[in-house]
């Protein structure tokens, strides 16, 4: 393990969206305040800066975190995800996104990219995920605009869109 020394700035470098990129930190930088200042990838937006308001989850290694309660210097060697690495293949939007539009799921949009990125991790972790269940992963997120009914519908949506594509899937095979 390198040896970090406080006030130094450190050569990072990581996947961001599957494409190298580097800078430098030091070791009390957030991960958060990297992405955007030293990186310039503002598509991850930053509320509360204390873990609470979700507005800046992204996924790490295939997990969501928080990035702003992990250093920079932690992300070291990873493959980092944000909400612009989401989409589909064609480079339009993937079923989650579309779903989000056609629900109107957002207003101001600030919340948009951290409850992406959880719906996106949740989908992966928990495809069977029900409504309840979406709800307490959506509790994690501060949205002071929709109130939270068009998330719901557009989430709810792609959970059972995909777990029919699943079942039509099983059913070709046998
Ligand atoms: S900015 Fe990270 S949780 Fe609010
Ligand atoms: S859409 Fe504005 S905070 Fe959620």
């Not at 600030?110 to 409504?131: F, H, R, W």
Request: overall charge negative.
């Amino acid at each position: 393990m390198r040896t970090l020394e406080a006030g130094r700035r450190h050569l990072l470098r990581f996947t961001l969206n599957g494409r190298p990129v580097e800078g430098w930190a030091e070791p009390r930088l957030l991960l958060s305040d990297f992405l955007r200042q030293e990186l310039g990838a503002t598509d991850g937006h930053v509320g509360c800066e204390h873990g609470v308001c979700g507005a800046c989850t992204l996924r790490i290694d295939g997990r969501a975190v928080r990035a702003c309660l992990m250093l920079a210097v932690q992300a070291e060697g990873c493959a980092v995800e944000t909400v612009a690495g989401l989409g589909a293949a064609d480079g339009g939007l993937d079923d989650l996104q579309a779903a989000f539009r056609r629900h109107h799921a957002l207003q101001c949009g600030y919340c948009t990219p951290g409850i992406l990125m959880s719906l996106t991790q949740l989908l992966v972790d928990e495809p069977d995920a029900d409504g309840a269940r979406i709800r307490d992963v959506l509790s994690g997120h501060l949205c002071r605009c929709t109130g939270y009914q068009g998330i719901l519908r557009a989430a709810e949506e792609v959970f059972a869109a995909r777990r029919r594509a699943g079942g039509e899937a099983k059913e070709g095979e046998s």
